[in-house]
């Protein structure tokens, strides 16, 4: 083996029973090194509750974190465990149907630590179909959402980069965006096409066709 500086993660046949381990050691030229006893830690449970702007429990949500792959799933009442933490801070990431993706929400793995409350918005769903100058569907493609350029920007900015919904095979496509105003864009070929432009507000339900023209 070459001199170098290695790190050594833990690997057990049952993973997520153990918080993640990482030791690094340095290797030099002809050196064998032992690791010798190698102590998993159990770590630490974090709990919490997800619940929707009115305080109703959000059942089905994925809690996942950033110290492993391991993802809670909320009960009836909302509430979640994540098992074998890491002590130390952790971003806890939420994804459930009907709601905007809660992501980056800073926690502490802790004994003792207080139980994690997490609010998920209903932003705004916005729905359609996107046909050809035609009328027929455009299955299977893309568009792009973004946010219109800042006052003052430059001919060629065409603002900031927010979703990318698919379209099925027969044209329709959704997609759930924030609070605020919308330029729909066609970017698979050039010259780049505005499809539309909206604005939402939380909670609506918009249907909005979109034509594709030459």
Request: hydrophobic share 35%; aromatic share 4%; charged share 30%.
């Amino acid at each position: 083996m070459r001199p170098e500086t290695l790190a050594v993660r833990s690997a057990v046949p049952q993973r997520g029973k153990s918080a993640p381990l990482r030791r690094t050691v340095r290797v030099g030229p002809g050196e064998d090194v032992d690791l010798g006893e190698i102590l998993l830690d159990p770590g630490l449970d974090l709990g919490g509750r997800v619940r929707d702007p009115d305080g109703r429990p959000v059942e089905g949500a994925e809690v996942s974190h950033s110290a492993g792959p391991t993802v809670a799933t909320t009960d009836a009442a909302g509430a979640f465990v994540l098992r074998h933490l890491p002590a130390g801070p952790v971003l806890l990431s939420v994804g459930a149907e009907g709601f905007l993706d809660l992501d980056g929400h800073e926690a502490e793995a802790a004994p003792g630590a207080p139980a994690v409350e997490l609010v998920l918005r209903r932003g705004a769903l916005l729905r359609g179909t996107l046909r050809d100058g035609d009328g027929r569907p455009l299955g299977d493609r893309w568009f792009v959402v973004r946010s219109p350029p800042a006052e003052g920007a430059a001919a060629d900015d065409r603002g900031e980069w927010v979703d990318a919904p698919d379209t099925q095979l027969d044209g329709t496509w959704s997609t759930r965006l924030p609070p605020g105003r919308y330029v729909l864009w066609w970017e698979e070929d050039e010259p780049w096409r505005r499809l539309a432009e909206v604005t939402l507000r939380e909670g609506e339900e918009r249907q909005l066709p979109l034509v594709r023209r030459p």
